[in-house]
């Protein structure tokens, strides 16, 4: 077993358990202790020639950090990337990935309040908790993709406007995929609330529900919509890679605010590693793909790893002023849904959530 396949280990064992899991362990298990190593003299290590030439920093001068991130999730295989072909140790960074599974409340708290040094999620599902004020900061993004709307070969249903009246299954009313369809919906110039019908099912009834005609339509993620579509018996309506979304973001990096303020050379150099392997996978996605194979645990055959190596854009990782209009687009967007209010200043919000750390 390599070192960080040894490094890695769940931070909760599911979202299950996370009535009571996630308030417990956090408050008191040493299992879970997320312990920070002292702060190092950055500036005299060789984290800029090391960026350079490609040399990682030597491991006695790496700098622990804790990173978060959904393991279940194919789309965020530059991380693995970043860990496993050594771009976080180039940036001299000695990295602990821990598999999150509870609410994204629960980890953005958890990024606030010091458990962890940062995490990777999705925008949709980000933007309006740090609507509450948690102490986290987006310093990237990381690709495009990853959502796809699928229905029935035979339901006649072959564009958005066809859903008028028909039920759509997701997995969640919060799901980044109810979010974003319904926003896709109403620029499609139909009501979300009124002229179709999002129905919550189990995460593992989703498809079923499709094929037992208990919805018409369903709205999740990938390796989901991926694997759903290999039968022939599903189609693609929609997707947030579709028309005007071609180019935009959907996961994102964030870190605690106390990071940035403190160490932001560190900050920096998690958002550098990342936009590095990020790059590496969209012109290696076989190789990349390789990284992710250990978390797949034979759910996602390899094939279709590449695949979706391949599709989602992990060439497209905007920063600075261009992710920041991507996040106020994004916003200004789910005030069509009613999930931001109608009077957010979006544009004011975007630059109160990001932070620039690499200028």
């Known amino acids: 077993m390599t070192e960080p396949n040894r490094k890695r280990r769940a931070f909760l064992a599911g979202a299950g358990a996370l009535g009571l899991a996630a308030p417990f362990a956090l408050a008191a298990g040493r299992s ?21 030439d490609g040399e990682p920093v ?13 393991a279940g999730a194919p789309c965020l295989l530059a991380v693995t990337v970043a860990q496993d072909k ?13 598999n999150y599974a509870g609410s994204t409340d ?14 990777v999620g999705m925008a949709l599902r980000w933007l309006k908790p740090l609507e509450q004020g948690f102490d986290v900061k987006i310093v990237a993004s990381l690709h495009g993709g990853c959502m796809r709307l699928l229905a029935p070969v035979s339901a006649g249903i072959d564009k958005v406007e066809d859903l008028k009246g028909k039920i759509i299954g997701v997995s969640d ?20 609330t009124t002229d179709v019908e999002f129905k919550q099912f189990p995460g593992p009834l989703l498809r079923a529900a499709v094929d037992k ?11 989901n919509t991926f694997l759903w579509l290999k039968d022939g018996k599903l189609k693609e309506i929609s997707s947030n890679l579709a028309g ?5 973001t959907c996961c994102i990096v964030g870190v605690r605010g106390s990071l940035i303020r403190d160490d932001r050379r560190t900050a920096a150099s998690i958002a550098r590693a990342l936009l590095d392997a990020a790059e590496y996978a969209a012109n290696n996605p076989v190789e990349a793909a390789a990284t992710y194979t250990p978390y797949a645990a034979g759910k996602v055959p390899q094939e279709d790893l590449v695949a979706l190596a391949k599709y989602h854009t992990h060439h497209h990782h905007p920063v600075g002023e261009d992710l920041k209009k991507e996040l106020a687009a994004y916003a200004e967007e789910l005030k069509l849904v009613s999930v931001f209010k109608p009077s957010t200043n979006t544009a004011k919000y975007a630059e109160r959530i990001y932070a620039d750390v690499l200028s």
């Open 173 to 192: 009313m919060n799901s980044p995929a109810k979010n974003f369809f319904a926003i896709v919906i109403r620029k499609a110039g139909l009501d979300p």
């Open 32 to 52: 879970l202790a997320l312990t920070r190593a002292p702060a190092l003299d950055f500036d005299a290590l060789p984290i800029c020639r090391a960026a350079a």
């Open 244 to 248: 005007e979304f071609a180019n935009r």
């Open 213 to 223: 005609g208990e919805a018409h339509a369903v709205a999740d993620g990938d390796p």
């Open 86 to 98: 050594g771009f976080f140790a180039r940036h001299g960074l000695d990295v602990d990935l821990v």
């Open 58 to 70: 030597p491991p006695s001068e790496r700098k622990k950090v804790t990173f978060a991130w959904n």
């Open 106 to 119: 629960q980890l953005l708290e958890t990024l606030a309040t010091g458990k962890a040094d940062a995490a």
